[in-house]
């Protein structure tokens, strides 16, 4: 199956600075979406973008498909961004969604 | 109203009894899904159904069961719950109106179930 990997694994940030998330998978993908999942437990979905670039406020996200990464970029941190951040890939032939480990971000004020 | 709901939000229960988890959604999509979420964990997983007709066992079914009751429905049941089965559990929907072909739509996701077994 597909491995899907995300760095870093952990992260804090002074709120106001600026970050990069980076995705990597093993596989070519038909469908590759981020999720911000808050305190709450609940799951926001960010962006689905199996290849080029989005951007939506203070967050904007890239997939390479040839190259098989995504990058979730965040500026001007605030608190509320804090939380644990997914990717997850769908290669059509699996049939299946595959999420990464996540990588946890704590804004600081 | 939310689009996909899940049924309970919390539930806290004991060993050996049985639990059922509700999933209903008003998107209209095809595609339904049961995932778990263990502590600094990913998802993963348990099982999804294409249509009413449709059961896929996912990479962790054991101990779990499923039912597509209609288009809209889709319940997990845990038969004799365990301590290690304490997790959180998302709903998830995916694809178009019945009939399209969704396996490159986004997933939608409820809001989840935190579900504690003693």
């Known amino acids: 199956g597909i491995q899907v990997e995300q760095s870093p694994p952990d992260l804090i940030l002074q709120e106001g600075a600026n970050s990069t998330l980076r995705c990597n998978f093993s596989?070519?993908?038909?469908?590759l979406q981020w999720f911000h999942q808050n305190p709450w437990g609940q799951l926001i979905n960010l962006f689905y973008?199996?290849?080029g670039t989005k951007q939506n406020g203070r967050l904007s996200a890239t997939t390479v498909a040839t190259e098989r990464y995504s990058l979730l970029y965040i500026s001007s941190s605030q608190t509320t961004d804090s939380g644990v951040y997914f990717c997850?890939?769908?290669?059509?032939?699996?049939?299946?969604?595959?999420f990464g480990p996540g990588t946890s971000l704590s804004v600081i004020p | 109203d939310a689009d996909v709901t899940q049924t309970p939000r919390n539930r806290i229960t004991k060993t050996g009894k049985r639990i059922m988890l509700e999933c209903s959604q008003t998107?209209?999509?095809?595609?339904m899904y049961w995932y778990r979420q263990d502590p600094g964990l990913g998802l993963r997983l348990i099982y999804y159904?294409?249509?009413?007709?449709?059961?896929n066992k996912g990479e962790i079914s054991d101990g779990y069961s499923v039912s597509r009751q209609a288009q809209a429905k889709f319940s997990l049941s845990l038969e004799s719950a365990i301590p290690n089965q304490t997790a959180l559990y998302f709903c998830?929907?995916?694809?178009?109106?019945?009939?399209?072909?969704?396996?490159?739509?986004?997933?939608?996701f409820g809001d989840g179930t935190r579900l504690s077994i003693l």
């Open positions: 159904s294409f249509d009413v007709k449709d059961i």
């Open positions: 997850a890939v769908l290669k059509t032939s699996y049939d299946k969604v595959i």
């Open positions: 998107k209209g999509h095809d595609r």
């Open positions: 998830a929907t995916s694809g178009g109106r019945t009939g399209s072909h969704g396996s490159n739509q986004p997933q939608h």
């Open positions: 596989d070519s993908v038909n469908n």
């Open positions: 973008i199996p290849s």
